[in-house]
């Protein structure tokens, strides 16, 4: 069942003038994006806390690269209990089974696990991936998404509670490696056909989009039941260039059905955009409401601008862009999109890539939030996500 969750993939907070943010913008410095090649003595335990007592099924994370021509078997996957100081203690059940043995970047799942993996809610349990003969898999997870804790299942700004990642150099003897908290980058399929975690990661590749006058870059969502009163749009993004002209976010509705309408446009005077580093910037219009259940798109662009005088996205997220993925992002699942000419026209928008978004956050309208639903009321209840 999707419901609510006030976490950082989805952030109801106060950002500006008493306005709620909804949206994914999880990073509140420059996001950390870590690996690590696990060996048959270096491993790598990722911590996970369930919502709910359920029995794990399969594990899905990301590897960047393959060595030691590994076979099935040479890939384990054990789910560990956890000691009182958060790190891993003893192995519950261990799998070295996967659905496709890797030859190269990509995911890696991990299958076959029993009743045995049953999990108690809200208790921490660990991960640990190693393996075995020359086989190395080097493992891929974004950390430090936000100081106030990442919210996968409970975390905090420093130790291993939570959705968590330590290290082992010795074969688990001794779990001191860079401990770190509030990581990303895996999913849980449990034995019910429910799914739980973060299977994303900040995108390195986002620094590479460029918004301005000729090319605007978006992010493709479908809204709720419940209508939304918008008064704003945040982003991470910097100039680069002198004369990329004003920035400017727009709002569009019903981008599937063959007429991309402009809702509304703000802009932001390009003298206040710095060049340096990671910064959110908001640009702001009047009142306007997307409809319910309407599909959304939220785009960066500039009033002028070239190749060369653009804004910059700063950081996005990328994930395998599965069903089963996208379900546990906001909204159900966003998608990266990009116009060249006249963007009220449908056919010069790009097709959504489910593999990618750029981070944003809707400002809505402070005390009158919501539109009224079908039936006459107003609602926060919200489907986000399992």
Sequence with gaps: MKKLLLIAL????AYAQNEMMLGYMPYSTTPTILSLAVTSTTWLALGIVPKQAKQISKVLVWNTAVSGS?????LSCDLYSATGASIPNASIESRSTVTTTPTGAGTVEYTGFTATSALTADTQYFLVFHNSNTAVLTIQFGAQY????????????SGTYGWSKVGSI???AAWTTAPMSMVAGIRIQYSDGTFEGTPDFPDAGAPAVKAN????VATDFTIGTVPLNVCGLVFYTRRVGTTPGNMQGRVYVDAAAGAS???????VSSGYILTDGIRSWSVRFASVQIPASAKVRVSLSSSAG???NYYQVYWGTKLDG???????EPFGGMAYTTCTGTCTTTANWSADDKTKFIDFGLLLCAGNEFGASSGGTRSASYPIGQ
């Design 261 to 267: 309408t402009l809702l509304a446009t703000g802009s």
């Design 213 to 216: 006058s000729a090319n605007e």
């Design 306 to 308: 070239d190749t060369s």
């Design 170 to 172: 010795n074969s688990g």
């Design 10 to 13: 989805l952030s109801f907070s």
């Design 146 to 157: 936000s100081s106030n804790g990442y919210a996968g299942g409970g975390g905090q700004a």
């Design 70 to 74: 590994p076979s099935s078997s040479d």
């Design 322 to 328: 599965t069903t089963a993925s996208l379900g546990l």
